[in-house]
């Protein structure tokens, strides 16, 4: 699956996209027509089990078999941009934690680091390897979620207790941290606001050898069971030149086969000191991306161990002027999140708020590929899908 | 690459330029349809990152629109930038990169701005029939369409 | 009219055969009650096994260990509210729940709890049981199609083309096993020898063909017997419509298939049908292939010693459920806030303790060693329900269909027509 | 009664199933005719069809009558659900239930009926009340013998049938896929 | 009437009683206020446009014919299974010939793709 | 009360049947006339099984080709109605006025 080739640096296709989706264009027709014809039209969501949050998808079915899809959004729309235009840097930063609430560490990374470069200044060495070891913690904790969660939408209702079970431990080393267990806010702007807690690294630690050990059990439950193999195998696939078209990010790109991680191709935070792997998929099917986050967990273990034998002393907070008035200018800054790339882009008019936020988050333009990937496919295709592309609306509708 | 761009188009490329280490290009709206094709075919950038606006009410031309685009080749990063005013319309990117289907629609939804091109552009983020579009800037922070919220609600507006 | 009532007793048929209206009353009575309590006890057992797969506790706070969890679930369900969607059709909304629970209740007319432990024995036995396991189809199609709601009506089509299409293989795998009842005798496959020639229908015969033959049929013709139980199995887990083929109410496709529109008691109507078909599928099973009622090595490990042995089985099994509850009291809490809850366990192990004394005793204990073998291997296979349910992913539908139709059917078929040569040759 | 009255089966109850059962094959006929909905009318012949099984085991025919409640109440009933379910039967629940004809219909089935009736009267002394009882324990196995015997011809026909039912339903209803 | 019948009328006669007792007793228990709302069909917290009936695949239909024409196919099987050590090698090709234009069946219709879902 | 014979059984044989008859002639939709074909064929089982009391087990073994034959005759039959719904959007006898479509 994996193979030490650092970038997959070959030029895609200059095609601009596979026939197959453009085709889908000229069908996406207006909701009123799409509703008008004679095969059954069902709505799944926002009230549905499967949809992982308020997610609508209008399937247009026949039989069992989808025709077209048709995402409907919005639900959880808060507006999240427009209340960064309204704060100040330091007032917005525990906003971004309730995007992707599995995954609130990442999201403050990537904003904290976009407003650092705004500002022109860097973390401590320090406070850059607290904040690996925690977003690395934190990858951990969103695959494992998803581990569960797409499991049960499969069907298979026991990984979701025994992952549940294990993110408890990365919980527990969050709260202790900063007391908080989903949304976490746990870095500031120029480093992290805590230096860490007595005995950090040796929870750490107990956690990394406990935790490899509850990998293979999940394995054990699922990559060589029968029924997961079909309900897995070539089911949405979504090939290399669409993957890249549609833009997805993240597991579900590096699943069709481009090996680009953004902590390898533009290291941020102290990515560039650790020694690890970026898992690649071959088909672009469920079960690879499945494959590939079993193995990004197993890799981010390798990180965290790394960062955790190499901390260093130091600071853990950069000189950060008190009333931060970052030069006017513009910033586009991603970090790679559990899901892909996640995305600031930020103007600022010289002010102490920013002038626009912008958030480039990962699980609304993976999500624009569900249609692709289940045209042709069976209903409970579909909630394999969705559980596979690992989508948080809370990050979709901002 | 710019070189080259700047000897196709002349004075359509306004500006070129890196800030923080981030290189952008600003450049006349007439162009750009053409100019994304060839940053997409050619210069390899087969990656459109995002698409988005940002709203200048004092300026002539209000609105700024922005590609971020990323070459998985060069692994480079490059911003493509427009000013338009209110009620011109944008080519749509949508055939260049179908990512761009999605994104056209929340800069649609959020600022108004329309695509010419664009095969489904509808609102996305906010219900269908809300008037209004909220990250202009002369759209208050607590705004609601009233209207829609009585009518599909059944409540009043929390203002 | 009491020499009519005792004259049963000393009888050795089935209330059926006997004719014997009163008694045969009192059996539909006992099996109902039975079966219910069964159904409930299977439902705290579920969610309690489930838990512990599942590294959690499961029903905790109702009663000690959640014991009286089902009778509250059963007190919820009856006060809760009825809604019939607007839509629906009134008269078969409200009949659909109905045909099911009877037809699966109806399978356990046939279902031979021991030689005389049974309602009735039929000389169709189990075409009997296939006829009216088939029925519950209909009550499947009718809550589908009155709710008028789209889930519902696709969960319905599911679960019917479902359910048929597992009964062809189904009907295949017992045909093999009626094929099977036909050679009597002790020759080199316990055939040929002494071969009367003529099978049964009947499922007291089916058992007593396997005690006859001194074999169980799951080892008859080994592997074809194993093989067409193996069909069974799995054609019946997908019929009662369990993990993984619990497609109808995938509740992450569907959220319940057919009864989405359903709520309180009629639901539980529904719940009470498919737990009562789970059961009585497994007791077809059991008469079918493990040999019904009887003990393990009947034929081979005879004697007084090896009869005392077994006999010493159910109440064995009782006092060390009574052990098991009494170590849960050990270990409550030792907090007046769960005192309560400590003296009901304890009770509840007294009682269970106080039974398996009872079954030591030598008339109850011969009378009581049919239904707890019979029991006994039907809890294996309600253990298997469970097991499946807590490690298998759900199949979908197409896959579901290409098993039904392109594995089990010619694999049963292969069977059937191996075993009819085998039978006519040997 | 044909047989000795054995212990527990009264005549009167014989008479009493016999009334209750086929008074319900009758109704449900009647039902089946009449209801607007044709769900209505499968549930109604599903009932009669179970009546009828009854009346079968009354008969001493038991193995029909399990083919009864497994072909026509598990099976074709079945179909016609299915076949309701796939056809849109709005339109017509709103329209006339009964074709225009329904009068000449309605003359011509009572015309049967009297000759029915005529038929009976006529013919009613022909039938004797007691008669030999096939054996009841082996039924099945008896059908068995005939029909792997007598009936062989028959028999493989009907496969013949089954066959042909096959291929004219998926012929007939695939033409779309 | 053989009496080993006469359970299943009791059996059809206990459920008559029983099961309107039940529904009758939970009919008095229960509470009862209807609205809109709860009266609508699950849609997913969607208001449903149309009526659900009427418009599926007719594969499930193909289903259930060949389930109807194995399941005679399968009725058949019971009386010579109770009989096939009497009626011998003749009725085992019987019995095969009879499978055979069946299974002559089967195999044209997975030629088909009848058998195939999609 | 006379004990039950065979009479008994061609009676309500015989009125069965008539319901059948008259269902198949005055109902418009097919698929009620398929089911009233099924009333009167039941009604002809009942006979046969009835005069299977009388004359031993032929009836019987004739019931079951009769169901059978009512198997493959509703398969068939199901299937040109949803072969003709999917043309003409209708499942009325009255309807059907075409030999071809």
């Known amino acids: 699956m994996t193979d030490r080739t650092m970038f997959d640096l070959k030029p895609t296709d200059p095609k601009p996209a596979d026939d197959k989706y453009l085709s889908h264009l000229e069908l996406g027709e207006p909701d009123k027509t799409f509703l008008d014809t004679n095969e059954l039209v069902i709505n799944m969501g926002p009230q549905h089990p499967a949809t992982h949050g308020v997610l609508r998808v209008i399937l247009k079915l026949d039989g069992e078999k989808v ?41 403050g990374l990537g904003y904290c680091e976009a407003v650092e470069k705004l500002l022109n200044i860097e973390a401590p060495p320090r406070a850059k390897y607290i904040r690996v070891i925690l977003t690395e913690l934190n990858r951990l904790a969103s695959h494992q979620l998803w581990l569960g969660t797409h499991a049960l939408d499969i069907g298979a209702m026991t990984p979701l ?106 290291p941020y935070a102290a990515y560039s000191d650790f020694d690890f792997e970026v898992p690649i998929g071959a088909n672009g099917d469920t079960y690879d991306r499945y494959t590939v986050r079993m193995e990004e967990m197993r890799q981010s273990l390798r990180i965290i161990r790394q960062a955790v034998e190499k901390i260093p002393e130091g600071p853990i907070m950069a000189k950060v002027p008190k009333v931060m008035k970052p030069p006017v200018g513009e910033i586009y800054h991603s970090i790679e999140a559990p899901k892909g790339e996640l995305g600031y882009f930020i103007v600022s008019d010289g002010s102490t708020q920013p002038y626009r936020v912008r958030i480039r988050p990962p699980s609304f333009v993976n999500l624009q590929a569900l249609d692709i990937m289940v045209r042709g496919a069976l209903v409970a295709d579909v909630i394999a899908v969705i559980g596979t592309l690992d989508i948080v609306l809370g990050e979709v509708d901002r | 690459m710019i070189a080259k ?29 053409d100019l994304l094709q060839i940053l997409r075919n050619r210069e390899q950038f087969d990656y459109c990152v995002d698409i988005t606006a940002v709203h200048y009410p004092e300026r002539e031309k209000q609105f700024d629109v922005l590609w971020i685009l990323y070459s998985f080749s060069k692994n480079e990063r490059i911003r493509v930038k427009i000013m338009i005013a209110d009620g011109e319309s944008v080519p749509s990117a949508v055939s260049v990169w179908a990512t761009a289907n999605w994104l056209e629609r929340e800069v649609y939804d959020m600022f108004g701005i329309r695509f010419d091109g664009h095969p489904d552009l509808k609102r996305i983020l906010l219900p269908d029939g809300w008037k209004g579009y909220p990250l202009r800037k002369d759209y208050g922070i607590i705004q609601q369409d009233q209207e829609w919220v009585k009518a599909n609600l059944g409540i009043e507006s929390g203002q | 009219m009491l020499d009519y009532i005792t004259s049963y007793l000393s009888s050795n048929t089935t209330p059926g055969q006997a004719g014997n209206v009163f008694w045969a009353l009192v059996y539909i009575m006992i099996v109902f009650g039975g079966i219910s309590v069964a159904v409930m006890a299977m439902n705290w057992l579920e969610r309690k096994a489930l838990a512990h797969f599942q590294i959690r506790l499961g029903p905790m706070r109702v009663g000690p260990h959640g014991l009286l969890q089902p009778i509250a679930d059963a007190i919820k369900l009856m006060t809760k509210e009825d809604i019939i969607p607007a839509e629906a059709d009134k008269f078969v909304f409200w009949i659909a729940p109905l045909i099911i629970l009877c037809a699966s209740f109806a399978i356990y007319i046939v279902v031979p709890f021991g030689p005389t432990h049974a309602i009735t024995d039929l000389n169709i036995g189990i075409l009997f049981m296939l006829g009216v396991s088939s029925l519950s189809v209909l009550g499947v199609v009718m809550a589908g199609w009155a709710s008028n709601s789209h889930y519902p009506l696709i969960g319905a089509l599911r679960s019917s083309a479902q359910m048929v299409s597992y009964e ?259 | 009664m044909e047989q000795a009255i054995q212990p527990g089966m009264q005549p009167v109850a014989t008479t009493f199933f016999f009334y209750l059962l086929s008074g319900l094959t009758l109704l449900s006929g009647v039902f089946v005719i009449t209801r607007k909905n044709p769900v209505h009318s499968a549930l109604a012949l599903i009932f009669g069809l179970l009546a009828q099984a009854g009346l079968y085991l009354m008969l001493y025919a038991p193995f029909v009558a399990g083919v009864q409640i497994i072909l026509y109440a598990g099976g074709i009933m079945v179909l016609f659900l299915f076949v309701i379910m ?75 049938l089954l066959l042909v039912a096959i291929i004219g339903a998926v012929v007939m209803a695939k033409k779309r896929i | 009437m053989p009496q080993n019948y006469v359970p299943i009328f009791i059996f059809v006669a206990v459920v008559g009683v029983l099961i309107p007792i039940t529904l009758l007793a939970a009919k008095l228990i229960r509470p009862e206020n209807p609205n809109r709302t709860k009266l609508m069909p699950y849609e997913c917290g969607i208001d449903p446009i149309d009526s659900a009936r009427g418009r599926y695949t007719v594969r499930y239909y193909i289903i259930a014919i060949l389930f109807v024409v194995f399941d005679v196919e399968t009725i058949f099987l019971f009386p010579w299974a109770v ?34 879902w999609v | 009360m006379a004990p039950i014979g065979t009479l008994h059984y061609l009676v309500v044989a015989a009125a069965l049947f008539i319901l059948g008859v008259i269902g198949v002639l005055t109902r418009r939709n097919v698929v009620i006339i398929l089911m009233s074909i099924e009333l009167i064929l039941n009604a002809v089982n009942l006979n046969l099984v009835a005069f299977s009391r009388l004359w031993g087990l032929h009836g019987q073994v004739f019931a079951i080709f009769v169901i059978t034959d009512a198997a493959a005759e509703a398969a068939v039959g199901l299937g040109i109605l949803i072969a003709f719904f999917r043309n003409k959007e209708t499942v009325n006898v009255d309807e059907v006025d075409l030999l071809k479509w």
């Open chain 1, 67 to 107: 025709l077209g899809t048709e995402c409907v959004i919005g639900y959880l729309h808060r507006g999240v941009e427009k209340i960064a235009e309204n704060r100040t840097y330091t007032m917005f930063n525990p906003y971004v934690d309730r995007m992707d609430y599995v995954a609130a560490v990442s999201n």
């Open chain 1, 161 to 266: 207790f025994y992952t549940f079970r294990d993110r408890e431990e990365i919980l527990k080393i969050f709260e202790k941290y900063c007391g908080a267990r989903l949304t976490t806010h746990a870095f500031r702007i120029g480093g992290c606001q805590y230096e860490t807690y007595e005995g950090f690294e040796r929870d750490v630690v107990k956690f990394l050898d406990f935790v490899p050990p509850k990998i293979d059990e999940y394995e054990e439950l699922l990559t060589t069971n029968r029924i997961w193999l079909e309900r897995t195998k070539n089911v949405g696939v979504i090939s290399r030149a669409d993957a890249i078209a549609l833009g997805v990010t993240g597991p579900v790109l590096r699943a069709s086969g481009v090996k680009w991680d953004l902590r390898k191709a533009q």
């Open chain 2, 5 to 33: 761009l700047k000897g196709q188009y002349g004075s359509g490329i306004c500006e070129a330029n890196t800030y923080l280490g981030q290189n952008y290009m600003v450049v006349d709206p007439s162009i750009v349809s």
């Open chain 3, 168 to 426: 062809v293989a189904m009907g295949l795998a017992v045909v093999s096993a009626i094929v099977m009842t036909s050679l009597h005798g002790l020759g080199p496959y316990g055939v040929g020898v002494g071969t009367s020639g003529t099978g049964t229908l009947s499922m007291i015969g089916i058992v007593q063909a396997q005690q006859e033959q001194h074999v169980w049929f799951l080892f008859k013709f080994f592997p074809l017997g194993f093989i067409a139980f193996g069909i069974f199995a799995i054609a019946m887990v997908a019929e009662t419509n369990r993990a993984p083929f619990d497609l109808p109410e995938a509740e992450s496709e569907l959220t319940a298939g057919f009864h989405t529109e359903y709520s309180g008691l009629r639901w539980s109507l529904f719940m009470l049908g498919e737990y009562a078909a789970m059961i009585a599928v497994s007791s077809i099973a059991v008469t079918l292939w493990l040999g019904g009622w009887y003990r393990p090595f009947p034929n081979t490990l005879t004697g007084d010693t090896w009869d005392l042995v077994f006999s010493l089985f159910p109440g064995l099994t009782f006092l060390a459920l009574a052990a098991i509850a009494f170590v849960g009291v050990r270990r409550m809490p030792k907090h007046p806030y769960f005192r309560v809850q400590t003296i009901g366990l304890a009770g509840f192990g007294a009682v269970l303790g106080l039974i398996g004394l009872i079954l030591f005793v030598p008339p109850v204990r011969d009378r009581i060693q049919d239904i707890y073998w019979f029991i006994a291997k039907v809890a294996g296979f309600m253990y298997l329900y469970i097991w499946y349910r807590a490690t298998f992913p759900r199949y979908r539908f197409d896959q579901l269909m290409k098993v039904g139709w392109k594995v089990l059917l010619p694999i049963g078929i292969g069977v059937l027509i191996l075993t009819a040569i085998l039978g006519v040759v040997l």
């Open chain 4, 86 to 160: 796939l056809v849109n039967l709005e339109r017509s629940q709103r329209e006339e239930r009964f074709n225009k004809q329904w009068v000449v219909g309605l003359v011509a089935a009572v015309a049967l009926g009297v000759l029915f009736v005529v038929v009976y009267v006529k013919g009613k002394a022909l039938f004797p009340y007691r008669i030999a009882q096939p054996l009841e324990n082996s039924n099945t196995q008896q059908i068995g013998v005939m029909l792997y015997g007598q009936y062989m011809f028959a028999f493989e026909i009907a496969s013949l």
């Open chain 5, 83 to 116: 009989k096939f050590k009497a009626l011998g090698i003749f009725g085992l090709f019987e019995m095969l010939i009879f499978l055979g234009i069946l299974i002559v069946g089967y195999i044209w219709i997975w030629g088909k793709g009848a058998l195939e």
